[in-house]
């Protein structure tokens, strides 16, 4: 008698050996890892493609080290952008002149 075959949609995640670091952490809280298959691939449910994609650039932006002078030129930049957006015009008086 022939063993059974279970199968399972999955995808493949190709990453660098610190993304699989990120990706194994989160594996052991939401266990979505079918199989790894060595340090640059695994094999995960379908399901989490979404959830991956965003915790592991949330991880990776907590983790990018920024000088105190590129900090403060992104916040410089950051506030010129603000400025520079066109401002809502101011609204006009009621037509009965009552504010």
Do not use: W
């Not at 298959?37 to 650039?57: K, P, R």
């Not at 015009?89 to 009965?96: F, L, R, T």
């Amino acid at each position: 008698m022939a063993g059974k075959v279970k199968s399972m949609k999955g995808i493949l995640v190709e990453c660098d050996e610190p993304t699989m670091e990120i990706i194994t952490r989160l594996n052991s809280e939401r266990n979505f890892i079918i199989q790894k298959l060595d340090d640059c691939h695994v094999l995960c449910n379908e399901n989490v493609t979404e959830f991956l994609q965003q915790e592991v650039e949330r991880e990776v932006e907590n983790c990018t080290y920024a000088s105190p002078a590129a900090q403060e030129a992104r916040e410089r930049l950051l506030k010129k952008r603000d400025a520079e957006q066109p401002q809502p015009p101011p609204q006009a008086p009621p037509a009965n002149g009552k504010k």
